[in-house]
């Protein structure tokens, strides 16, 4: 009787534990998101000023400042386009690389996938430089292709690495029956495989258009003035002679809300690939 009482006092305690800290990870890592919202509802001179937030400093000014922008309209809508073209095509080739990996047993294939990671795991401070010089010299330079570009070649190492463990998972079974019925090598890939691994490209799918919607480096130094995505038309805001914190908060509780709509439209999908790619990994 008595050990049955100590298991579950040490199971309350852990789980006492584990909330505590589940909490106060929580809190660090929506301090800096609950600070940027209350800042982007407060004028320019109340927050360099250092006044402690009251609600009569509520206001809608630096809203209204930001959304007549047009740099920060055009870096929203090429943000957006970035982010879909880029995601469309790392899962395309990643899922294509992810089951030519998975499936077929060739010499150097354990190499390939630890090059990929490799790849992944370069600082893009070391990349950007020689893409600026080959991006200049193809005339990409500024453009949403060569943006586009840049952001697939850090996104498909990643795709390719997540849907690993889907593609080694499935049963080979399926792919026999398959070939047996007389289907092509790419009808069994796109009508097999793709709808099995489903819950795996949405993964995929969600983590590669945040790495895009959030990336900055490369936006930062392969665009200029017509190819520029959020994130560096909100670092505009905060140069010049003045600092508009007011504004570059607002601006960057807009970029939060169409991140927290996908990722929340994708919720149920997400959670579900997160636990098949775990367990069947």
């Not at 893009?124 to 010089?133: D, G, K």
Request: hydrophobic share 55%; glycine share 10%; proline share 3%.
């Amino acid at each position: 009787m008595m050990g049955i009482l100590r298991k579950r006092t040490r199971k309350i305690i852990v789980n006492i534990i584990i909330a505590i800290v589940a909490f106060v990870v929580l809190a660090i890592e929506l301090y800096p998101i609950v600070i940027t919202v209350l800042n982007s509802f407060r004028r320019d001179i109340n927050i360099l000023s250092g006044q402690p937030f009251q609600l009569k400093q509520l206001t809608l000014r630096s809203y209204q400042l930001v959304l007549k922008n047009m740099g920060f309209q055009l870096g929203m809508k090429n943000s957006v386009i970035v982010g879909i073209l880029s995601t469309g095509i790392s899962v395309l080739i990643g899922a294509m690389a992810s089951y030519g990996i998975a499936r077929f047993h060739f010499k150097g294939r354990n190499g390939l996938a630890y090059s990929f990671l490799v790849f992944r795991m370069l600082p893009q401070i070391s990349l950007v430089i020689s893409l600026y010089l080959m991006f200049s010299a193809v005339g990409l330079r500024d453009t949403i292709g060569g943006i586009t570009l840049a952001h697939t070649s850090f996104n498909v190492p990643y795709v390719i690495w997540l849907l690993l463990p889907f593609f080694t998972a499935v049963d080979k079974a399926y792919e026999e029956a398959a070939m047996v019925d007389g289907c092509t090598r790419s009808t069994v890939f796109f009508k097999i495989f793709l709808p099995i691994v489903a819950p795996g490209l949405v993964v995929g799918a969600v983590f590669a258009f945040l790495n895009s919607w959030n990336e900055f480096m490369y936006a930062l130094i392969l665009t200029g003035v017509k190819a520029k995505t959020a994130p560096v038309a909100i670092n505009g805001l905060l140069g010049g002679e003045t600092l508009t914190w007011g504004q570059a908060c607002a601006a960057g509780t807009i970029m939060l809300i169409p991140v927290f709509i996908f990722t929340l439209g994708m919720q149920k999908f997400l959670i579900r690939g997160i636990t098949a790619g775990g367990v069947k990994g």
